[in-house]
């Protein structure tokens, strides 16, 4: 079991910037694929971005460059760094963890195994 625990969401205008962190307890984080997800009222959810293993490879939903995605396995976290910030990005940001012995990255929501309970970004105009 690996317990997940967001942090770094708030009221930010649009143009700022967040950091969202995630802490993992219970079990080796390293072994773990890690990820974010978000999910905007009425609409399902969606893949924001991901990270191998050893942080080595991630992967974004978005090729635009706004999000950055890291990991510090000797802190167990994972960060979300959102620069850029539109109203469209007003959502509950998800972490997500996959027990994995790959390098891979995964981007659909069936391939997690342990969700964090979410924290709220909200982007004004």
């Known amino acids: 079991q690996v317990q997940l625990v967001e942090s770094g969401g708030g009221l930010v205008q649009a143009g700022g910037s967040l950091r969202l962190s995630c802490a993992a307890s219970g079990r080796t984080f390293s072994n773990y694929a890690m990820g974010w997800f978000r999910q905007a009222p009425g609409k399902e959810r969606e893949f924001v971005a991901g990270?191998?293993?050893?942080?080595?490879?991630t992967y974004y939903a978005d090729s635009k460059g706004r999000f950055t995605i890291s990991r510090e396995n000797a802190k167990n976290e994972v960060y979300l760094e959102m620069n850029s910030l539109k109203p469209e990005d007003t959502a509950v940001y998800y972490c997500?963890?996959?027990?994995?012995?790959?390098?891979?990255?995964?981007?659909?929501?069936?391939?997690?195994?342990?969700w964090g309970q979410g924290t709220q970004v909200t982007v004004s105009s």
């Open positions: 990270i191998s293993r050893s942080g080595g490879s």
């Open positions: 997500v963890a996959r027990s994995t012995y790959s390098s891979n990255i995964y981007y659909r929501t069936s391939e997690y195994d342990y």
